[in-house]
């Protein structure tokens, strides 16, 4: 089965940074957009960054500046630098990806990684 299992995740400093990881796994057929989403406690889900399968990428106002999201289509991974780190950045980060296998064309999701920024 496919499976995107995210890593990276922490406890930094503000002003500190972090990379995540996310890798696709499984019977791939292949992989198209690929992001990075984060929800804090009692709020909802929201878009941190995406980036296709030709690097065409985008960004929530929030991070800009801040993050930058990269891919290696041959490794079917996705990552976020993430700089300047803020508390308001406290959130679990999920990794999420359009990916078509022998199950058919469907997005997946990741665990979830948690990051906390706090002195």
């Known amino acids: 089965q496919v499976q995107l299992v995210e890593s990276g995740g922490g406890l930094v400093q503000p002003g500190g940074s972090l990379r995540l990881s996310c890798v696709a796994s499984?019977?791939?057929?292949?992989?198209?957009?690929m992001g990075w989403y984060r929800q804090a406690p009692g709020k909802e889900r929201e878009l941190v960054a995406t980036i296709t399968s030709s690097w065409v990428r985008n960004y929530a106002d929030s991070v800009k500046g801040r993050f930058t999201i990269s891919r290696d289509n041959a490794k079917n991974t996705v990552y976020l630098q993430m700089n300047s780190l803020k508390p308001e950045d406290t959130a679990v980060y999920y990794c999420n990806a359009a990916i078509r296998s022998v199950s058919g064309p469907r997005d997946y999701w990741g665990q979830g990684t948690q990051v906390t920024v706090s002195s």
């Open positions: 499984g019977s791939i057929f292949s992989v198209g957009a």
